[in-house]
């Protein structure tokens, strides 16, 4: 579902991401981790269609992004981890634009049904400036559900959610992908991704480090055995004494 060939990004001198390739199948959750600075937004944002690449093959749902970029966006949705809303628009119109540009059938009833799963019913006459930082981010996600996308990209996710909200969106993201999107979860929140992702995806200075389920991981560092992708997340990011 996504296929990622030898993504490379430079800024000048600087390489942001080398050589990367990675798959995600359909129903498969890929946990994106590393340091600060180690390319996770520069990758994301070059699936998505904002960064071009210096080299490399992107295709989303069997579509080349660089010769089929309409094509592969109208099957993903990207959730960054900063909501961009529109501030004279309410949550229902939000949803009801959102709609429009993708031609989603049957609006109306994936419109109330977002609504319900994402707590929003009660603030759909309202604008932007009037919601709480986490209210934002679930209409941000609803937005992205709405055309049912085969692939969801989710960048930090859970900011600014409460704990219950936390608690239906880890429900939201397994329900996509048990329905057949692939998702990729970049995340800071190791224990999330634990929890969640089928394989984790480790990259560091813009090079892939590792990928793999944690076992799989484990299984070339014996000397982390028993761990958790915390510790094993610190052992191959960490720099060398």
Do not use: W
């Amino acid at each position: 579902m996504i296929e990622v060939e030898s993504l490379t990004k430079y800024y000048g001198d600087l390489a942001a991401v080398t050589d990367l390739s990675f798959t995600v199948s359909a129903g498969e959750v890929l946990g994106l981790v590393g340091p600060n600075g180690a390319g996770k937004t520069t990758t994301l944002r070059s699936l998505v269609g904002i960064i071009r690449p210096t080299k490399g093959t992107i295709r989303i749902a069997g579509y080349d992004l660089e010769t089929e970029p309409l094509s592969a966006k109208a099957t993903l949705a990207f959730i960054p981890d900063e909501p961009h809303l529109f501030d004279y628009l309410t949550v229902d119109e939000h949803l009801q634009f959102v709609a429009r540009v993708y031609g989603v059938e049957g609006a109306a009833q994936r419109i109330e049904q977002l609504l319900d799963e994402l707590e929003l019913r009660e603030k759909r006459s309202v604008l932007p400036d009037e919601l709480s930082r986490g209210m934002k981010q679930k209409l941000a996600i609803a937005c992205g559900l709405l055309h049912q996308p085969r692939v969801l990209l989710l960048d930090e996710p859970l900011i600014g959610l409460d704990p219950a909200a936390i608690r239906r969106m880890k429900q939201t993201i397994l329900t996509r992908a048990r329905e057949g999107a692939a998702v990729i979860l970049s995340s800071h929140l190791l224990h999330m991704v634990e929890e969640l992702c089928t394989r984790i995806l480790v990259i560091q200075r813009g090079r892939r480090v590792a990928v793999g389920s944690i076992e799989e991981i484990i299984a070339h560092r014996p000397e982390l055995e028993g761990r958790g992708l915390e510790d094993v997340f610190l052992a191959l990011t960490e720099p060398a004494p």
